[in-house]
């Protein structure tokens, strides 16, 4: 397996923004939407800026004909993420009491991006899976969201003790997705973005297109 580059690495803050200004926009009429609530934020994460919008389309009409891809979460505030990351860090040290707070942020951020550089609160990062005809989901190996604990690391993209189905499934979620711009956290199958800060690192984009906002900014 190659080297996890995590949300948490200086390489990734030490990326430049330079935010071209394109507005978050609503997926709910483009995207079949499942109806799971993972947060509080009214409403917000069924957005994404335009060019990620207009990516996930893309790659939707690379898939075979019966499949669509399942949008989860787009869109974070800045409030909300900071809120998941703490929690989540807070659950680390109370298991792990020896363990350095440089340890602890980036053990955290293997599930929850640290909230200065979230790509969920740029509106550039979405959680999706994939669904048939009938809007059931196939089989990708874990739940949505389940942490590397929870799943025993089978959260991770590449993670070996997956079944030949889950692993076909997300190649091919994945085959369609880097094809139309995306780009995947490793730690995370089912999370992908465009024009943040780790997709620019990943690319070697000058600069990321996306910074964090707050709701409702322009």
């Given at each position: 397996m190659s080297e996890i580059i995590l949300m948490s690495d200086a390489r990734v803050a030490d990326v430049p923004v330079v935010d071209n200004g394109e507005p978050l926009v609503d997926v709910r009429d483009?995207?079949?939407?499942?109806?799971?609530?993972?947060?509080?934020?009214?409403?917000?994460?069924?957005?994404?800026r335009r060019g990620v919008l207009d990516r996930l389309l893309a790659a939707q009409a690379l898939l075979p004909?019966?499949?669509?891809?399942l949008f989860v979460e787009g869109y974070r505030p800045p409030a909300l993420q900071r809120r998941y990351f703490e929690g989540y860090a807070g659950e680390l040290r109370a298991a792990h009491p020896d363990w350095s707070a440089d340890r602890i942020r980036s053990a955290?951020?293997?599930?929850?991006s640290p909230p200065e550089i979230a790509p969920h609160s740029?509106?550039?990062?979405?959680d999706l899976t994939l669904a048939d005809a009938d809007g059931r989901e196939l089989d990708l190996g874990t739940e949505m969201n389940a942490s590397p604990e929870q799943s025993d690391g089978a959260c991770y993209t590449q993670a070996a003790h997956i079944t030949d189905e889950a692993r076909a499934n997300r190649g091919l979620l994945g085959g369609v997705l880097t094809a139309s711009g995306l780009v995947n956290y490793p730690t995370e199958w089912w999370h992908w973005s465009f024009g943040d800060r780790y997709w620019a690192l990943a690319t070697g984009a000058p600069a990321a297109l996306y910074s964090p906002r707050?709701?409702?900014?322009?």
């Open positions: 483009k995207l079949l939407v499942d109806d799971r609530k993972y947060n509080d934020s009214n409403g917000a994460e069924v957005h994404l004909e019966g499949l669509r891809l955290a951020s293997r599930y929850v740029a509106g550039a990062a979405v707050e709701p409702g900014g322009s």
